[in-house]
């Protein structure tokens, strides 16, 4: 019964501190950033930008682009004969209209349902493939892809990297995940891809990070590294400031308007709604543009 209580007891001194270490300086940062901040930002449209359509379809794409987006962001798994499709969960039960796992389906399988809107009505579109997403971005804006899978299973980061090749858009594609194992293979697939790397948060002690697992954090470790994509509750601006001291890019993720997001001096905002921080640039163009 001691040892239950220690370990519950330690479980909470660690959650104490991390909240007292991380959350609560975040709480009382000012909110919003100016017209000439955003300016400085890349806004990336999470998941196609999920607050202009549903989320990871074409359309919705489609205007994450058209707001003015610099990139969108999508997630990609492995059908069973292959196939690299986008689609946030490894299911398809809450997305479309039919049921199964990923995995465990074919493309005609998967493609065979239609994708559901909010309401629970069917749409007329399909889960779309990794390279149908590519043909729809190419030339308007960049891509993030987040590989989802644990590493080693269905080979999906090969198949990422053969894709983005095919496609000759390399230099406009960036990969993230949580995992090191999946970062380190991509990197041993094509040295120039770039790379960022997924973090929930990072402990009071500076020395591991959380996206599922505990790693250590090392700046040797992660060299191949560009960005370091943090939840935007758990990150500080001490944080910030060691990462850039290592050439290293911060993005905050998931956020809406500028009015509800820390103002923290980070290079990227990762987004439901690129239409907000887009509209607001808008607004700074026309007014320098009345001066």
């Given at each position: 019964m001691?040892?239950?209580?220690?370990?519950?007891?330690?479980?909470?001194?660690?959650?104490?501190?991390?909240?007292?270490?991380?959350v609560i300086?975040?709480?009382?940062?000012?909110?919003g950033?100016?017209f000439?901040?955003?300016?400085?930002?890349?806004?990336?449209?999470?998941?196609?930008?999920?607050?202009l359509?549903?989320?990871n379809?074409?359309?919705?794409i489609e205007?994450?682009i058209?707001?003015?987006?610099d990139?969108?962001?999508?997630d990609?798994?492995?059908?069973?004969?292959?196939?690299?499709?986008?689609?946030?969960?490894?299911?398809?039960?809450?997305?479309?209209?039919?049921?199964?796992?990923?995995?465990?389906?074919?493309?005609?399988?998967?493609?065979?349902?239609?994708?559901?809107?909010?309401?629970?009505?069917?749409?007329?579109?399909?889960?779309?493939?990794?390279?149908?997403?590519?043909?729809?971005?190419?030339?308007?804006?960049?891509?993030?892809i987040?590989?989802?899978?644990?590493?080693?299973?269905?080979?999906?980061?090969?198949?990422?990297?053969?894709?983005?090749?095919?496609?000759?858009i390399?230099?406009?594609?960036?990969?993230?995940?949580?995992?090191?194992?999946?970062?380190d293979?991509?990197?041993?697939?094509d040295?120039?891809?770039?790379?960022?790397?997924?973090?929930?948060?990072?402990?009071?002690?500076?020395?591991k990070?959380?996206?599922?697992?505990?790693?250590?954090?090392?700046?040797?470790?992660?060299?191949?590294?560009s960005?370091f994509?943090?939840y935007?509750?758990?990150?500080?601006?001490?944080?910030?400031?060691?990462?850039?001291?290592?050439?290293?890019q911060?993005k905050i993720?998931?956020?809406?308007?500028?009015?509800d997001?820390?103002?923290?001096?980070?290079d990227g905002?990762?987004?439901?709604?690129?239409?907000?921080?887009?509209?607001?640039?808008?607004?700074s163009?026309?007014k320098?543009?009345?001066?």
């Amino acid at each position: 019964m001691n040892k239950k209580i220690n370990i519950l007891f330690g479980a909470g001194a660690i959650v104490a501190g991390y909240v007292a270490y991380n959350v609560i300086p975040n709480l009382f940062y000012r909110r919003g950033y100016t017209f000439h901040e955003m300016d400085m930002l890349s806004i990336i449209a999470h998941r196609g930008g999920a607050g202009l359509g549903v989320e990871n379809t074409l359309s919705c794409i489609e205007r994450g682009i058209a707001a003015g987006a610099d990139a969108v962001e999508v997630d990609v798994h492995v059908t069973s004969d292959g196939e690299v499709v986008v689609c946030h969960d490894d299911s398809i039960d809450r997305t479309t209209n039919g049921m199964g796992r990923i995995s465990d389906l074919t493309l005609e399988q998967v493609q065979s349902f239609r994708i559901v809107d909010s309401a629970g009505n069917p749409t007329a579109e399909h889960i779309p493939t990794l390279a149908e997403v590519v043909s729809a971005v190419a030339g308007k804006c960049k891509l993030l892809i987040e590989v989802k899978h644990e590493y080693g299973r269905y080979d999906i980061e090969r198949k990422v990297v053969q894709i983005v090749h095919d496609a000759g858009i390399s230099d406009n594609v960036a990969v993230q995940s949580f995992s090191d194992e999946s970062l380190d293979e991509l990197h041993r697939l094509d040295a120039a891809l770039k790379l960022e790397k997924l973090v929930l948060f990072r402990n009071g002690g500076l020395t591991k990070i959380f996206g599922g697992k505990f790693p250590k954090f090392d700046y040797k470790k992660y060299a191949h590294v560009s960005s370091f994509n943090f939840y935007y509750r758990s990150l500080t601006r001490r944080m910030i400031d060691e990462l850039h001291s290592h050439g290293k890019q911060v993005k905050i993720w998931t956020l809406s308007g500028p009015g509800d997001t820390p103002h923290l001096p980070v290079d990227g905002i990762i987004t439901d709604r690129p239409d907000l921080w887009r509209a607001n640039r808008k607004k700074s163009s026309n007014k320098r543009g009345r001066k």
